[in-house]
């Protein structure tokens, strides 16, 4: 008795704490940088460290994630940066939001950490009604089935196999499998390793595991020395801004590229038949390229006149940063896309889809963690942050002091900046080349603002959702003055 006295202590005492840690814990009022350079002296350090062991050629400083809050990262130097780049748009309340913290206090949410099951085969009991209360309420209108991953390329990976699997069925009449095809599709030849293809768009990012590599197309780097199918790639809408005064000039390019998507679907039907088509709301990684809702609209009505999937890569835009929860939303879709994948900042991976895509037989799509209960309970408290602050509404107001703001810089340094693009929080704008963006993140980074680029001349902003007009200003501010010095 008396230790199980003095456990309940223990676990009271060190709430209380955690708990004053946090209610006190506030943001800074701006951002302070301490060093002459970023990564700083102990960064440098720490990277030698890491060096011996592990490739460290991507890695721009370390931070301190006991002391990060908020909006602000801070590092080991003593840096502390606004951050409009949140681990590439993958923390959706900021850094130690209380909230969150206080998810495993709960002694039966900590032991679903814990204890992390194979969902696939020995889910806790706990897990249906988590699906429906947690995944399946934010779940793409229309959708309702859902397939849980790791991350974004392994739920990518995924669904391209089933749309392979779905187009098969169809084929066959959903009759059962031949001795011809489980024996065949042990050799890698047809008919039970059928020649198919999914359909992608230049200057599309996709995952880096190897049949969603085949649909990246964003920078050589990703790509080189990692054999590819043989798939179909077609042009993306390169628009012109501000998109108002070149409404002609933008619908040629949707119609081209929608004249393109099926000449190849007709090209590839005689040899790798495009089984799918995947695209991204907004192209992230590949420069923020944007597509009108008409746009997508028509890629829509494509997929269904030639029966193949539309697949809908919502694993950065998924969340709520462009002012809805899924991107896709902006586009008022005739009927919901076949198939919606996710990540980033909803935690864990996977995709939302329905019936139709759930293969006949077990053991199709899996694997030994098929997603991760603990980031659920987490998702859970997310979700109900975003309500109960009415996040999505604050997105669009910050969005627009910020998207504003930029308009305004464009104006001001009309040889710098150009094509400011994007919605809610969700913005990019281009730079004259690539050295001159590559130079202005490095300068902004010394300024205290930490932002990322995509693209060849792109600087992207993807804040938390907790990101508030007076932090919209502060970059404003911050940006100006680094323009100022170019």
Not at 102 to 107: L, P, R, S
Request: proline share 6%.
């Amino acid at each position: 008795m008396r230790s199980l006295w003095l456990n309940t202590l223990t676990k009271q005492s060190l709430y209380r704490l955690s708990t004053k840690r946090y209610s006190t814990n506030v943001e800074p009022k701006e951002p302070v940088v301490k060093t002459k350079s970023i990564p700083g002296p102990k960064s440098i350090e720490l990277k030698k460290q890491l060096d011996s062991v592990q490739a460290t050629g991507t890695i721009q400083f370390f931070a301190d994630y006991e002391k990060s809050i908020g909006n602000y990262i801070y590092d080991v130097d003593g840096n502390i940066l606004l951050d409009v780049y949140t681990q590439i748009s993958s923390v959706p309340l900021g850094y130690n939001h209380p909230r969150l913290y206080k998810v495993f206090n709960n002694e039966q949410n900590l032991k679903t950490l814990i204890n992390r099951p194979a969902l696939g085969v020995f889910p806790g009991k706990e897990w249906p009604e988590k699906l429906h209360s947690v995944l399946l309420n934010i779940a793409p209108k229309g959708l309702n089935k859902i397939t849980t991953m790791m991350c974004g390329s392994c739920s990518n990976e995924n669904a391209y196999k089933s749309i392979f699997i779905w187009y098969q069925n169809k084929l066959r009449g959903n009759a059962p499998l031949t001795e011809q095809e489980k024996n065949s599709c042990m050799i890698n030849i047809p008919p039970g390793a059928p020649k198919l293809s999914i359909l992608s768009f230049k200057g599309a990012f996709h995952g880096r595991t190897l049949g969603a590599l085949s649909t990246t197309h964003s920078k050589y780097i990703h790509k080189l020395d990692v054999p590819s199918f043989d798939w179909p790639i077609a042009s993306f809408p390169e628009y012109r801004y501000p998109l108002d005064e070149n409404v002609a000039h933008n619908k040629k390019e949707d119609e081209k590229c929608l004249s393109e998507v099926q000449d190849l679907i007709q090209q590839y039907a005689s040899k790798n038949p495009v089984a799918g088509i995947v695209v991204e709301p907004i192209q992230s990684e590949g420069g923020d390229n944007e597509a009108s809702p008409e746009f997508f609209r028509s890629l829509q009505a494509i997929c269904k006149k030639n029966g193949i999937a539309l697949l809908i890569d919502e694993v950065q835009t998924g969340g709520g940063s462009t002012g809805k929860f899924w991107a896709h939303e902006h586009f008022e879709l005739e009927s919901p896309p076949d198939v919606v994948t996710f990540s980033k900042k909803l935690q864990l991976g996977g995709y939302f889809h329905n019936d139709d895509f759930i293969p006949n037989e077990p053991y199709r799509i899996f694997n030994t963690w098929m997603g991760d209960p603990g980031k659920v309970l987490l998702l859970e408290e997310v979700v109900k942050v975003i309500q109960e602050e009415k996040l999505l509404a604050n997105v669009d107001v910050a969005g627009k002091v910020l998207k504003n703001g930029l308009l305004s810089l464009e104006k001001e340094f009309p040889h710098i900046l150009n094509s400011t693009r994007g919605r809610g929080t969700f913005l990019a704008v281009n730079c004259t080349n690539t050295k001159v963006r590559d130079q202005i993140i490095g300068a902004l980074k010394l300024h205290g603002i930490q932002t990322g680029g995509c693209g060849e001349i792109s600087i992207r902003f993807r804040p938390a959702l907790i990101f508030k007009e007076y932090h919209a200003n502060i970059v404003l501010d911050r940006f100006r003055k680094v323009l100022q010095g170019i």
